[in-house]
Every structure is written in C-alpha cells, then in structure tokens.
C-alpha cells in the first residue's frame, strides 16, 4: 500500500514536469499547456496506454489533467461500442462528469462565499 | 515634440493615495493618505477605485485651500475600460473634465494639458494625474486575481495609488513646470504582456533624448531623470541603450526610475511596480515634497506607457509604448 | 539603436526561466498533490463501496472541493507561484481556474458575472478535451470497424 503512494507521486510529478517544460521551454501559456495535456490524454487513451497507467500510479494518473481526456475518450469509446457511431457523442460525459460538475457546483459556491483579494502576504 | 512654457506652471499641491499593500512602498512616508481597505469599503474594486481618486483630488485641493468649485479642468486617465472609475469620480467632483489615456503614462500627460490650459491662460486651478488598482487591473489585462498562473521574474506589479497635482500658475516657491515633451508611440516588436518594460524602455529612450536634443542639455543638467514604471529589466534596458550611444557610466547614475524602487528590492514584486498609479504617486508626492525641500533642482519626469488590451495581444500584435516627460525645477 | 539590435539586448539582459528549480518545484508539488489524491482515493475504496476503476470520479470531485477552499482564501495563487505546473496540472488548477474566475466575476451578478465567465479560462481544456475525445472515439471506431483493431 506504501508503494501506492510513491507510485502516485513520482508519476504526479512527472506529469507536471512535462507541463513545467511546456510552459518553460515552450513558452506556452498555462491555458495552452493545460489543452495540450488533455489532447495528449486522449490520444493515449485510444491506444489504450492510460488504463494501465491508471492501474499502476493510482491518482498520480487520476489526479492530473490529462485524466481529463482520458475519461472523455473512454466514455465515448465504450458507447461507441454498445451503440455504434451514435455512441461516440453520446457517451462522452458518461465517466467525466464529476469534474466538471464539481468545478461548477464548487464554482458556484466559492462565488457566493469568498471575495477576490489581491494581497501578496 | 518638445514644449517650453514661457509662464512656468506650477505644481501648487500633490495628493496621492494608496493601498493597504503600498504602505510596504520605499515611498509610503510621502503618501498623504494610505486606505486600510483595499477596496476602500466599497462593494467592488472599481468602485474602490474610484473612492481612491476622489480621495486624492480632494486631499489636493485642500492642501490648497481649492474649492472644487474653484478648480477649472479635471485631466486625468486609468488603465479600466472606457476610464469609469475616473470617469465616475469626475461626476462626483462636478469639475469640468476630460478623460485622457496613454496608460501608464497618463500621470504626465494630463499635466502636460493642465501646464497648457494654465499657459493658455484659460485656467486658474487644474487638477491632473492618473491611478490604478490592483484587482481591477490585472483581471482586466491578465487573470483573475486567484488564478495560480506562475508569473515570470520579468512581470510587475500594479500598484494601487491615485497621484493627482493640481497645476496653477508660477509661483517662485513651487516646483514649476518649464519645459515639456510629447512621446511617439514607439514598437520595437515586443509582445510579451509579462515582460512590459522590454516593450517601453524603446519610447523611454527616445523621449528623453529628443527633450535633451530640443533643450540643449545634458544629463549632468539635471539632478534626477525618474522614469515611471520600467522595473528593473526596464531600467538595465534603458540604461543600456543609453550607453550604447555613447553616454558615460557616471551619467547614467542619474536615471533612477519609481517603479523599480517603488517596493523596494522585493522579490514576491518580480521585476519591480508598474500601473498609472505608480509614476503619479511617486511623482506628485516623493519628488514634489523633495523640491519643495530644495533637494532636487531640476528633474526630468519621463512616464512610460504600454499601449496594449488583452484584446490587441490575444490578437498576436506587438506592444507600442509610448513615453511623456516634463521638466521641473525649483528655483 | 535599431530593432534587431535591441532585440539582441532584450536576449542579453532577460533572465531566462530558472528551469532546473521550476522542475524540482514542480514535481514536488504535483507529487504531493497526487499523493493527496492517492489518500483521498484510498479513503473512497476503504469506507465506500468504491473499487480501484470507480473511486477516480469521487476523488476529483474532492481534489476540487479542496482548490475552492484555498482559491478563496487566496492561498492557491501563492501555491501556483511557487509550485508553477505542479499546481496547474493536476485537476485543482483546473478547479482554481474555473472558481477564481467565478469569485472575481461575481460583482457582475450570478447570471452574468459568474455564469457568463465560469469557464473564461478553463474552456480551453472543456473544448479541447471533448473535440480530441471525439476524434479519438471516431478513428478507433472507423479501425475497429474495418477490422484492423478491436475495442
């Protein structure tokens, strides 16, 4: 169970890593750099590369945006497969929706109880 | 274009507000007024904002002993869109007003009109300068202000100040206006809106040295040349292209500039303080209280403005500067 | 001084990015954010009815629910300082992106302000995440159906 959590980290780590040299040595923006790793998630899910990673790193996968376009992309694929091509749009959402709609109900709320501030300290 | 005034206008009174984050400023002592509030107990930062530049001009005009009334024209500018913050602090004062814009450079040009109205002989008393605030402006350029992008160590800081002058007619005991000179807006292809003072120390340059050119002077001339808000990259860039024209070390010890010192050498600041708010503050009270003091003798004030939008960057064009400057002595 | 020239000094006086020190910070503080995750994931499979596939969702959903506690206390701006990537990729730099933008609009109204620009910054990843999911789905559904993969 130890291993889990080095497993989580090192893999968290590099994945941020990666992110870092996008923003650094590529000179992109965090919005650039954050759309580039979700692509990057999908496509390594439809090689079928991100379920193993999952299953090694636990949330050192999970956690990182690129989790993103693969729950996108495994959601489509395994409609696409009960439905056909139909299934492709609708079973987008299917596994990621806790994501967004955490982002928006949290969004919401933060809204209603916090100001902006803009202090350094 | 240089302007030389043959009345001198003269600085009567600055005031200059500032925020809770400013009192860390090296500048802080000089501030008439400094708020607890960041959004001086409004409910929004524009708001605030506007508290804050109503605040100045008034602290102005009673150092004075000026009834707005009293006061002819009402110059001044700040970086939101469309200038309501300004804009709604003019409908407060009820001062006969025009909005001027040249970003960060609007602390200058708006005195540059107040020093012309009061040549002109059309005006008594003018209020002029400009100001920022924080929250209101990066969220405008650049984030929200919770958003953790990491930014660079070449970024500043906009501060949140309002410095306003109130410009009147020569007085032998005041600081004076004597001389003037209007930048070109300046591009040298830089685009970063994190790196600002790379895109202005071009317009900076060039400002001062056409005043020198028209005026006949040389920097030994004067005892300070203060830019606005080039930080600390800005001002080795300056400083770099003046002594690639030839210009000697010892000399260049004379060009200071506000907005690298204005928090000191502060890292959570990176390259140092940019915003209107920055030159006008420092300007219209530091160096006005350091003339009246009779420590400085003739400066040149240089402020230096970006002439971006979110907008014109997304858009993938470079950032033209602009740089407005007035000379200032004390008899 | 010319264009080019200046262009030259710009290069010359310009620090460039401390790269080595963002990555360690990066990886550290992404680490740790995941190891966050891996705990929160561990807690989900321990006390509820979730396996090792399903416990993802409930965790990021938590992950979120810390970003909005320290975007409002103004504490995640100062994490992404220092911690650049570390903090941006993994899913609370998404929910920061997402909360701040609605706690700074929110002086423009609930319809407006918050709901006109909750995803200002975090619609990119939204957009980018479904059209390359949904190309993704469609070439591996055209591959499988001529024959040349399975699913």
């Known amino acids: 169970m130890m291993m889990s959590f080095v497993f989580a980290f090192i893999v968290g780590g590099i994945i941020c890593v990666i992110g870092q040299l996008l923003m650094d040595v590529g000179n992109l923006t965090p919005a650039h750099t954050l759309s580039f790793l979700v692509v990057a998630g999908a496509v390594l899910d439809g090689m079928g590369l991100y379920e193993p990673l999952i299953h090694f790193a636990g949330a050192g996968a999970t956690v990182p945006i690129t989790s993103f376009g693969n729950a996108l992309t495994h959601g489509a694929m395994a409609e696409a497969e009960k439905h056909g091509l139909v299934g492709v749009l609708s079973g987008m959402f299917e596994v990621t929706s806790s994501g967004i709609s955490a982002a928006i109900v949290f969004g919401f709320i933060g809204a209603l109880f916090f100001k902006p501030k803009g202090n350094v300290d | ?331 | 001084m010319e264009k080019e020239q200046y262009q030259q000094l710009e290069q010359q006086v310009t620090p460039k990015p401390p790269y080595l020190k963002n990555i360690v910070k990066a990886f550290f503080v992404g680490g740790i954010i995941c190891t966050i995750g891996q705990a929160v994931s561990l807690f989900y499979m321990t006390f509820f009815n979730f396996t090792e596939q399903t416990a993802g969702n409930p965790t990021v959903a938590t992950m979120v629910f810390f970003a909005m506690i320290l975007t409002g206390l103004g504490l995640y701006k100062k994490i992404g300082q220092f911690g650049g990537a570390g903090s941006a990729v993994p899913v609370t730099g998404f929910g920061n992106a997402v909360i701040s933008a609605a706690i700074e609009h929110k002086s423009e109204g609930y319809v407006l302000g918050v709901g006109g620009n909750l995803f200002k910054l975090a619609g990119s990843v939204v957009l980018f995440g479904v059209v390359s999911a949904f190309f993704v789905a469609l070439i591996k559904y055209i591959l499988v159906t001529l024959g040349v993969v399975s699913w």
């Open chain 2, 1 to 331: 274009m240089v302007i030389i005034f043959q009345t001198k206008p003269s600085i009567l009174a600055g005031g200059v507000v500032a925020g809770p984050l400013e009192k860390r400023s090296t500048f802080s002592q000089y501030f008439d007024a400094i708020s607890e509030d960041e959004r001086w107990q409004m409910k929004t930062n524009e708001q605030g904002h506007r508290k804050m530049i109503q605040e100045a001009c008034e602290i102005a005009m009673k150092k004075a002993g000026v009834k707005n009334l009293e006061v002819d024209f009402f110059l001044g500018g700040d970086l939101i869109n469309q200038m309501t913050p300004t804009n709604f602090a003019a409908r407060e004062l009820a001062i006969s007003f025009i909005g001027l814009f040249s970003a960060c450079a609007t602390s200058v040009s708006s005195v540059i009109i107040a020093s012309l109205l009061t040549e002109l002989g059309a005006s008594n008393f003018s209020i002029a300068g400009a100001s920022s605030q924080h929250n209101a402006v990066e969220r405008q350029f650049r984030y929200p202000v919770n958003y953790g992008a990491q930014k660079p160590a070449t970024a500043q800081w906009t501060v949140t100040a309002a410095g306003f002058a109130l410009i009147g007619k020569h007085n032998d005991n005041l600081p004076s206006i004597e001389a003037a000179t209007i930048g070109k807006v300046i591009d040298f292809g830089m685009d970063d809106p994190f790196h600002m003072g790379a895109a202005m120390a071009p317009a900076a340059f060039q400002t001062i040295q056409s005043h020198l050119e028209k005026r006949k002077q040389k920097f030994y001339n004067y005892d300070l040349i203060l830019t606005g808000d080039l930080g600390q990259l800005g001002l080795k860039l300056l400083k770099g292209m003046f002594a690639e024209s030839g210009v000697k070390q010892e000399e260049l010890t004379l060009i200071r500039d506000a907005g690298t010192e204005f928090y000191g050498q502060d890292e959570a600041f990176q390259s140092g303080a940019s915003g209107a708010g920055c030159s006008a503050a420092v300007f219209y009270s530091y160096i006005d209280q350091m003339m009246r003091a009779g420590r400085y003798k003739r400066v040149l004030l240089v402020a230096t403005g970006a002439l971006l939008s979110p907008l014109s960057y997304q858009q993938g064009e470079t950032i033209p500067c602009t740089a407005h400057a007035i000379e200032i002595t004390m008899k």
